[in-house]
């Protein structure tokens, strides 16, 4: 029986379009004025430090670590200290108005339905923790982050590969088989497999690929499959 649902974020809860013609393009805007307002704050000045290490740059060349942060943007680089120096800008800009999280109407319905149903939900994203509560906590839809009871970030490991999920699956203290692992990336989903979770093939807009794996249009698909489990 499936007792918790671990689902991404792009593509699966959101569309790809906000994160990519939204969210990286405001980041790529705002981080500048972003990091040199703010680059003695400990917690931007500790980023920073990762990404001078990183990038082989001199850490007082602010204006250098600026253009290597907005290369990585283009590159949608999966580099820990990009994403957490993202979601600081992310959150200025939600709690000032200028953004909102998209989500779509099934998913939001679903996840509120599966946690009133008991169901323990969890987030799994390349993005950071920050960044996921952001997206949900101002979302379209309102203040979603209720219904989580966790979120997980590439500090597990990456999503394509198979030790990650196995992370997970101690720290939830679950069998993985009570799993349900949500998402629009076939390698991923193998990934979680190997780990022993179960899961669903998010494709809401694409040709339905030729699979044996569950593959569901939305989240009223998906809940259909734990109807039957």
Known sequence: MIRVILTDIEGTTSSIS?????????????LPAFI???QTRPDVSEQLDLVADDSGIDRKDIEALIETLQS?????????????L???????GYQ????????????ALYLQHWHDRGLR??????????????????SESGDLTPFFSGYFDTRVGGKKEPKAYRNIV???????????????VEAELKAAEIAGMKTAWLVREAELPETGRFV???????DSLLKRR
């Not at 990585?72 to 957490?84: G, Y």
């Not at 000032?96 to 998913?107: C, M, P, R, S």
């Not at 939900?121 to 101002?138: C, P």
Request: aromatic letters at 14%; hydrophobic letters at 40%.
């Open 86 to 92: 993202q979601g600081m800008v992310w959150q200025q």
């Open 170 to 184: 101690e720290e939830l203290g679950v069998e993985a088989e009570t799993i349900l692992f949500l998402s629009d």
């Open 18 to 30: 906000f994160v990519h013609d939204v969210l990286f393009p405001y980041a790529d805007e705002h």
């Open 72 to 84: 990585w943007i283009r590159e949608d680089r999966k580099a820990i200290p990009l994403k957490t």
């Open 36 to 38: 040199c307002e703010q």
């Open 216 to 222: 569901a249009r939305d989240f009223a698909e998906v």
């Open 96 to 107: 000032q108005g200028e953004l909102k999280g998209h989500i779509y109407e099934d998913a």
């Open 121 to 138: 939900l969890y987030v799994y994203s390349s993005g950071s923790v920050k960044a996921q509560k952001l997206i949900f906590g101002f």
